[in-house]
């Protein structure tokens, strides 16, 4: 039996997420740099989303199986 997520995709979408996170973070640093407060929904969004979309394109970014005609 197959698997339909292939372990290398799974571990670029957690290396994904982690870059995302960590750009979340100089998100949310950034922008108490410039303003005295910052709200926890938009901590919890600059985090989130980023990491999210890391995710996303870690996994679509993997090469999978292909179906070329290798001879």
Known sequence: MSSTIAPSRVSA???????GAAVG???VTAAGTLSITV????????LGVP???G???GV???PGNT???RR
């Open 67 to 69: 179906r070329s005609d």
């Open 13 to 19: 979408a957690v290396v994904g997420s982690l870059v």
């Open 51 to 53: 990491a999210l979309a």
């Open 39 to 46: 709200s926890g929904l938009f901590a919890g969004l600059a």
């Open 60 to 62: 679509a970014v993997t």
């Open 25 to 27: 973070i100089l998100l």
């Open 55 to 57: 995710a996303v394109v």
